[in-house]
């Protein structure tokens, strides 16, 4: 079974932005579906170059809102209202307008709780090792550099010629990943 | 990225100073932010600033301890004039709190670039101006140590929080703002904790740092839910940041206290927060850029930008005031028109005419576009603007509270040792936590400064 998972995969090095988003497209044209691209700020068009277009993290964001909205409103109407009805002046048990201000509160509370938890599942965060992280000049990845993996995984992946495709696209260096 | 509308080298930048300085790569800012972290020494200003404010933290410590063990009486608080210190305090720190969400959050979906070098710090200025603050009302509640009262939880008394209050209001706005500004905080700063590990020379930083980092690898992936998730949140703080100083005003303004009791006081709370946060960043700002070196970053634009902020918010307040004085007359009601007759020419009126000289008379000079860019004149002036909008809620709690509808339950207020040194004491942790910030995070986002720099250089930001 020495095949099956020799090295993670082949990394290359580019130094601008635009190189990286035509390798990433000329990678999914090669027929590459296990693509990734590292870079160290967010590269317009590099989602959808490497096939990542969308991201469901606006509905789980609307799901947290939500829940925080008829959670905190139910909560002030049971407690004050059900459970413990106060009368303050012969009004409403069911004041809503007095109610709307934690409301608020709590919607906005468990959305913005929602978006981060969400990105952290999501991008599968904290995650305390992964391979990438055996290229010593990855560590540029967060300075100045851009780098493409095609992982070993992937079905068209083939040592010698992933690496001349790599090659082909002019890249600062490629490395082997290992795993 | 298809145009670089502020490309140094055209003649529309010679005229509007930039908000980058030219020449600056991906690797050049994020060696110059990331070395006041790993590499430069701490310098004797950086030791004597934070020796300084941390006295003043043992100061409100002992405060503190004085407080607890003899009760609220230390303070100079009384009846009718309940509030005090504590209140003034409070609602000054919390709204120095609102411009850093402010420059944060609304600027970024406003598209401000010039956001982009302050937002990190003023984000910091936020959450340490938030936690100045809640320090003021958990005290004056007189047990602190029942502070969870204030929460609805299943209790052995079968008691709930009455929601119609504007104090439970208070509490959840205030608690929910500080939640979701140090996640917001922590979500842009995760990034350049990545930097900072993959840069840092000793063991002991790249796993503090790695740790914070949680293994961030900057996967275009990641990115784009980033992304996501960061505008959403500033899309949700944006009405937050409103919304906290709104409940604030309610404290006050559902009240039936004359002088509270008005419909303009919610607007006019958010102005006075971001006239008096935006003060603090020029105050912080200044020094910042002056002694580290980053005038690049936070260039002569950044301080007219926030100049004008203040001028706008100026006038927002001064409306604020002479609608208040206004709506007294008009309203025909004899306790409103008492109560502005008596801030007028009673026993504070010292400090409502301080107040108007600090907030609305001086800021005025910064029509002049040579006042605007003469930085020592502006730091000044962000100085009197603080004084100015603290001497705002002091006279707002004080004057109200001193006269209100029965002559017998007049008093008078003055602030004891203990009311100064427990502002100073919040003053010393303010800075101290700013002192240990500067050094162990990076005040300036790297990553978001990177990509300024794609958008203002170009392709030539690749060089080396």
């Given at each position: 079974m020495k095949e099956a998972s020799p090295i993670y995969g082949l990394m290359a090095e580019f130094e601008q932005p635009a190189q990286i988003v035509a390798a990433a497209v000329a990678a999914r044209d090669a027929g590459y579906r296990l693509v990734d691209a590292y870079t160290p700020f967010p590269v317009e068009g590099l989602p959808e170059a490497i096939g990542f277009p969308r991201t469901r993290l606006p509905l789980i964001i609307f799901i947290g809102g939500l829940v925080g909205c008829i959670g905190g409103f139910y909560m002030q109407y049971w407690c004050n209202a059900v459970n413990y009805p106060i009368n303050v002046g012969g009004r409403p048990y069911n004041s809503w307008p007095m109610f709307i201000p934690v409301t608020f509160e709590m919607t906005i509370l468990c959305a913005a709780t929602a978006a981060v938890v969400g990105l952290f599942a999501l991008n599968g965060l904290p995650m305390p090792y992964h391979p990438v992280f055996n290229v010593p000049q990855f560590a540029q990845a967060s300075r100045n550099r851009f780098f493409l993996c095609i992982q070993a995984g992937d079905a068209k992946f083939d040592l010698p010629s992933t690496r001349n495709f790599l090659d082909g696209l002019k890249p600062h260096a490629v490395y082997e990943v290992q795993p | 990225m298809a145009g670089t509308p502020s490309h140094p080298s055209n003649d529309f930048a010679e005229l509007e100073p930039a908000v980058l300085?030219?020449?600056h790569t991906f690797a050049s800012v994020t060696d110059k932010i990331s070395a006041i972290v790993l590499t430069r020494p701490a310098s004797r200003g950086w030791w004597f600033g934070l020796v300084v404010s941390f006295s003043l933290v043992m100061v409100l410590l002992t405060t503190i301890t004085y407080l607890l063990v003899v009760g609220v009486g230390v303070w100079g608080i009384n009846i009718p004039i309940a509030w005090g210190f504590a209140i003034v305090n409070f609602v000054w720190w919390i709204g120095i709190g609102h411009a850093g969400t402010l420059i944060s959050a609304i600027l970024l979906l406003l598209h401000q670039e010039w956001r982009t070098s302050i937002n990190r710090f003023a984000e910091a200025m936020t959450l340490f101006a938030v936690a100045c603050a809640g320090v003021f009302p958990l005290l004056h509640m007189g047990r602190p140590w029942f502070f969870y009262w204030l929460l609805p939880y299943p209790n052995t008394m079968k008691l709930w929080p009455q929601f119609r209050s504007p104090l439970v209001w208070d509490c959840f706005a205030?608690?929910?703002?500080?939640?979701?500004?140090?996640?917001?905080?922590y979500v842009g700063l995760i990034p350049d904790m990545a930097t900072l590990r993959d840069n840092s020379r000793s063991r002991f930083g790249r796993i503090a740092y790695g740790f914070l980092a949680m293994g961030w690898r900057g996967s275009a992936r990641h990115w784009r839910r980033y992304e996501v998730a960061y505008l959403i949140m500033a899309g949700l703080a944006t009405p937050l940041v409103v919304s906290v100083h709104t409940v604030v005003s309610f404290d006050f303004c559902v009240a039936n206290m004359p002088g509270w009791h008005t419909t303009i006081f919610p607007p006019y709370f958010v102005a006075g927060a971001i006239y008096s946060g935006f003060a603090m960043v020029l105050v912080l700002a200044i020094p910042l850029r002056y002694f580290y070196g980053l005038k690049d970053f936070i260039t002569d634009q950044h301080l007219?930008?926030?100049?004008?902020?203040?001028?706008?918010?100026?006038?927002?307040?001064?409306?604020?005031?002479?609608?208040?004085?206004?709506m007294s007359w008009y309203s025909d009601n004899p306790y409103e028109e008492y109560v502005i007759h008596n801030r007028m020419t009673g026993a504070y009126a010292w400090s409502y005419w301080l107040l108007i000289l600090c907030n609305v008379a001086i800021p005025q000079i910064l029509w002049s576009k040579r006042a605007r860019s003469y930085v020592p004149l502006l730091f000044c002036v962000a100085l009197v603007v603080l004084v100015g909008m603290w001497l705002e809620r002091f006279v707002i709690v004080v004057t109200s509270l001193q006269r209100d509808f029965l002559p017998s339950s007049w008093g008078m207020y003055s602030p004891t040792f203990w009311d100064w040194s427990m502002f100073l004491g919040t003053i010393g942790l303010f800075f101290c936590l700013l002192f240990l910030f500067l050094r162990l995070l990076p005040a300036i986002s790297m990553s978001e400064m990177r990509e300024l720099v794609e958008e203002v250089e170009g392709p030539e930001a690749h060089a080396h």
């Amino acid at each position: 079974m020495k095949e099956a998972s020799p090295i993670y995969g082949l990394m290359a090095e580019f130094e601008q932005p635009a190189q990286i988003v035509a390798a990433a497209v000329a990678a999914r044209d090669a027929g590459y579906r296990l693509v990734d691209a590292y870079t160290p700020f967010p590269v317009e068009g590099l989602p959808e170059a490497i096939g990542f277009p969308r991201t469901r993290l606006p509905l789980i964001i609307f799901i947290g809102g939500l829940v925080g909205c008829i959670g905190g409103f139910y909560m002030q109407y049971w407690c004050n209202a059900v459970n413990y009805p106060i009368n303050v002046g012969g009004r409403p048990y069911n004041s809503w307008p007095m109610f709307i201000p934690v409301t608020f509160e709590m919607t906005i509370l468990c959305a913005a709780t929602a978006a981060v938890v969400g990105l952290f599942a999501l991008n599968g965060l904290p995650m305390p090792y992964h391979p990438v992280f055996n290229v010593p000049q990855f560590a540029q990845a967060s300075r100045n550099r851009f780098f493409l993996c095609i992982q070993a995984g992937d079905a068209k992946f083939d040592l010698p010629s992933t690496r001349n495709f790599l090659d082909g696209l002019k890249p600062h260096a490629v490395y082997e990943v290992q795993p | 990225m298809a145009g670089t509308p502020s490309h140094p080298s055209n003649d529309f930048a010679e005229l509007e100073p930039a908000v980058l300085a030219p020449g600056h790569t991906f690797a050049s800012v994020t060696d110059k932010i990331s070395a006041i972290v790993l590499t430069r020494p701490a310098s004797r200003g950086w030791w004597f600033g934070l020796v300084v404010s941390f006295s003043l933290v043992m100061v409100l410590l002992t405060t503190i301890t004085y407080l607890l063990v003899v009760g609220v009486g230390v303070w100079g608080i009384n009846i009718p004039i309940a509030w005090g210190f504590a209140i003034v305090n409070f609602v000054w720190w919390i709204g120095i709190g609102h411009a850093g969400t402010l420059i944060s959050a609304i600027l970024l979906l406003l598209h401000q670039e010039w956001r982009t070098s302050i937002n990190r710090f003023a984000e910091a200025m936020t959450l340490f101006a938030v936690a100045c603050a809640g320090v003021f009302p958990l005290l004056h509640m007189g047990r602190p140590w029942f502070f969870y009262w204030l929460l609805p939880y299943p209790n052995t008394m079968k008691l709930w929080p009455q929601f119609r209050s504007p104090l439970v209001w208070d509490c959840f706005a205030v608690s929910t703002y500080f939640t979701v500004s140090l996640l917001f905080w922590y979500v842009g700063l995760i990034p350049d904790m990545a930097t900072l590990r993959d840069n840092s020379r000793s063991r002991f930083g790249r796993i503090a740092y790695g740790f914070l980092a949680m293994g961030w690898r900057g996967s275009a992936r990641h990115w784009r839910r980033y992304e996501v998730a960061y505008l959403i949140m500033a899309g949700l703080a944006t009405p937050l940041v409103v919304s906290v100083h709104t409940v604030v005003s309610f404290d006050f303004c559902v009240a039936n206290m004359p002088g509270w009791h008005t419909t303009i006081f919610p607007p006019y709370f958010v102005a006075g927060a971001i006239y008096s946060g935006f003060a603090m960043v020029l105050v912080l700002a200044i020094p910042l850029r002056y002694f580290y070196g980053l005038k690049d970053f936070i260039t002569d634009q950044h301080l007219q930008n926030m100049a004008k902020v203040m001028l706008a918010t100026c006038m927002i307040v001064g409306y604020g005031y002479g609608l208040e004085a206004f709506m007294s007359w008009y309203s025909d009601n004899p306790y409103e028109e008492y109560v502005i007759h008596n801030r007028m020419t009673g026993a504070y009126a010292w400090s409502y005419w301080l107040l108007i000289l600090c907030n609305v008379a001086i800021p005025q000079i910064l029509w002049s576009k040579r006042a605007r860019s003469y930085v020592p004149l502006l730091f000044c002036v962000a100085l009197v603007v603080l004084v100015g909008m603290w001497l705002e809620r002091f006279v707002i709690v004080v004057t109200s509270l001193q006269r209100d509808f029965l002559p017998s339950s007049w008093g008078m207020y003055s602030p004891t040792f203990w009311d100064w040194s427990m502002f100073l004491g919040t003053i010393g942790l303010f800075f101290c936590l700013l002192f240990l910030f500067l050094r162990l995070l990076p005040a300036i986002s790297m990553s978001e400064m990177r990509e300024l720099v794609e958008e203002v250089e170009g392709p030539e930001a690749h060089a080396h």
